[in-house]
């Protein structure tokens, strides 16, 4: 939507998959200087903090998609401003001490739950499908596994993606049996 998206990460590899889809990468401390909007979506304590709420210009709005209202600091910006006003509902404008406002959305808290009207269905109904599927998969495959963290075996999520392409009538392709057997395989190509 021609926005200039500024990714900051604590993760190499995420990292160099944001540079390499196209988007520049930097600390938090450098983006916190040129940003007009800022999203938290790290499920991590404290991302934006006093240190970073100091070089923000003014106008800036900041919103947290990630967990709970922790992703902010929100001591910390009470703490440096000098007063907090709410222009509307479910914004929180916090004025420093040299004037520059800051606008935190939603309390702080997930914006899409808090100030909206949450998950959309589309995304809902494949995160329940794939729950369910993961859940009877347990149940059947419990004895063979041991106590520890699993990803979702890679067939319900693809199955999971082909029953929602089917129900918003789009269809894909099908690799051929021979691209099966090429892909499956190291016998041809370089």
């Not at 709420?53 to 998609?65: P, R, T």
């Not at 999520?157 to 029953?163: G, T």
Request: proline fraction near 3%; glycine fraction near 6%; aromatic fraction near 6%.
């Amino acid at each position: 939507m021609g926005a200039h998206v500024v990714v900051t990460e604590v993760d190499p590899r995420k990292a160099i998959e944001a540079v390499m889809d196209g988007y520049r990468v930097m600390p938090i401390s450098d983006a916190a200087k040129i940003g007009d909007i800022f999203v938290t979506v790290t499920g991590n304590y404290h991302v934006i903090r006093e240190e970073h709420f100091k070089l923000m210009k003014d106008g800036v709005i900041v919103a947290n998609s990630g967990h709970f209202n922790d992703e902010l600091d929100l001591e910390a910006i009470q703490r440096i401003a000098r007063s907090k006003s709410e222009p509307r509902s479910f914004v929180e404008q916090y004025e420093l001490h040299d004037g520059r406002k800051i606008c935190i959305l939603a309390d702080g808290r997930l914006v899409n739950l808090a100030a909206a009207e949450g998950h959309p269905a589309a995304v809902m109904d494949m995160s329940f499908a794939n729950q369910a599927l993961s859940t009877v998969y347990l149940a059947k495959h419990h004895e063979e596994m041991e106590k520890r963290v699993y990803d979702v075996p890679i067939e319900i999520d693809e199955e999971v993606a082909r029953l929602k392409l089917s129900s918003m009538g789009v269809e894909i392709d099908t690799l051929t049996p021979e691209q099966v057997k090429y892909m499956a395989s190291w016998s041809e190509g370089t």
